[in-house]
Structure formats: structure tokens, C-alpha cells
């Protein structure tokens, strides 16, 4: 079974720069999740989607973040402009339940973004 | 905010012995979970222990939860230098809309 595939795994822009990451979960799994983990700290939710709708945003600073998953399935996170402290990594989660009980999560190996 | 905490923070132990990590939350939950993360990677799912649950394992990992307290710990026996990894906590809270939430880490390095 394929994992959870995040692009790009690295990424360097300067402040005030647009990013954008992709997140392709499991096949079959409802719920997809977008993570920030800053160096040192647990991953923080920025966003929760089951199937196309959202679930919580209540993390995501709205005023530069921005995340769509259409059909249901693939993710695009896009941060414009960045920020120094956006510096990060973005962690792309997916699992099979629809969001009650708490399953478990399967992660991507992340994306990395550095901002200068 | 997040809830889970972990305590301590970094632990340094020879192959061979066991690691013990320890966790507390402020709500009340429906599991709690206990994740790992090597280096540069996402994290992997290790086991999950529902709130009516006190104890579990899966082979050398023992975890207790303990709801009066609202605290749970890992314990890892016999550790082995693949065990090097970072160490989270994340609770599914009765009152966070399936919100899972990840506390700071416990890292371990075992030596061997």
C-alpha cells in the first residue's frame, strides 16, 4: 500500500514569497490533515478536511494560509506572503476514519521550508 | 493550544536498558496515541489506548494510562539503537471537534 507523498520535500524562498505544497493521502482514507512542526516542537493542526470539506481551520492563520483538497482527495497548502516564522516543517496526514473515535494518523515525510 | 506533554524532554540510555517517557493532558479524551518520529521524517503510529483502557502493549512497548491523573508513559524495554527517535504524545479530546493534538516530544538516543 503506498504511504502518504508530499512535494516538494525541501523548499527555500525569501520572505514575502509564495509556496505552495502537495499532499497526495491514502487512497481511501476520508480525512486528511495538514501539520506545521516548528524545530524542537510537536506538530500543530493548521487544518482538518474530511472528504472536500473542512473539518476545523480554526489553527490557520487565514490571513496567508490557504488549503483546498478538491475531489477529495489531493491537498495543495499555499502560504502568500511567507514569513520568517513560517519556517517549518509541513507534515501531510490522512486517515481512514471519518473523523469520529480518533484513529490513527499515517503521515507523509514532510515538507520542508526554510525562509530567509 | 496542545495538550499532551511529555517529561521528560531527552533521554540518553545504553542499548539494552529501558526508556520510560511520561505524559499528561488537561482534558478529557476518547485515546490517547504515542507516536515516533527518526529524524528528518514524519511521524509513524505506535499504539493507540482508548480512555477505558490502562494498560497496552505491542511487543516492547508497554503504554498505562491513567484518567484520574490524565497522564499516560511509554515504556520501551530492552531499547536498541533503531529506537533513536523522537517520541510524541497526541490526545483525541471528548470536547476538541477530533482535533489530535500533539504534545512537545520526548527525544531518545540509546546508545549502543
Known amino acids: 500500500e503506498a504511504g502518504v507523498a508530499q512535494s516538494p520535500r525541501y523548499k527555500i524562498i525569501e520572505k514575502r514569497q509564495s509556496v505552495a505544497f502537495w499532499c497526495n493521502p491514502i487512497?481511501?482514507?476520508?480525512?486528511l490533515y495538514w501539520y506545521q512542526q516548528i524545530l524542537g516542537q510537536g506538530p500543530k493542526l493548521l487544518i482538518q478536511?474530511?472528504?472536500?470539506?473542512?473539518?476545523?481551520d480554526s489553527q490557520l492563520p487565514k490571513d496567508r494560509f490557504s488549503a483546498e483538497r478538491l475531489k477529495g482527495v489531493d491537498s495543495t497548502l499555499k502560504i502568500q506572503p511567507a514569513k520568517l516564522e513560517d519556517s517549518a516543517v509541513y507534515l501531510c496526514?490522512?486517515?481512514?476514519?471519518?473523523?469520529?473515535?480518533?484513529?490513527?494518523?499515517?503521515f507523509g515525510e514532510g515538507s520542508r521550508l526554510t525562509v530567509l | 493550544s496542545q495538550q499532551g506533554e511529555e517529561d521528560p524532554q531527552a533521554l540518553s540510555i545504553q542499548e539494552g536498558e529501558n526508556a520510560t517517557m511520561n505524559c499528561s493532558y488537561k482534558t478529557s479524551i476518547n485515546n490517547l496515541q504515542w507516536y515516533r518520529q527518526n529524524s528528518g521524517r514524519g511521524l509513524v503510529h505506535l499504539i493507540l489506548?482508548?480512555?477505558?483502557?490502562r494498560e497496552k502493549h505491542s511487543g516492547r512497548l508497554r503504554v498505562t494510562l491513567d484518567t484520574s491523573k490524565k497522564s499516560s508513559s511509554l515504556l520501551i524495554t530492552a531499547s536498541r539503537a533503531a529506537d533513536t527517535a523522537s517520541y510524541f504524545c497526541a490526545t483525541d479530546s471528548l470536547y476538541g471537534n477530533n482535533r489530535l493534538a500533539f504534545g512537545k516530544g520526548n527525544q531518545v538516543v540509546v546508545i549502543p
Open positions: 489506548i482508548r480512555s477505558n483502557e
Open positions: 487512497s481511501g482514507h476520508a480525512t
Open positions: 496526514a490522512s486517515s481512514l476514519d471519518l473523523g469520529r473515535s480518533g484513529g490513527e494518523l499515517f
Open positions: 478536511f474530511q472528504n472536500n470539506g473542512v473539518v476545523d
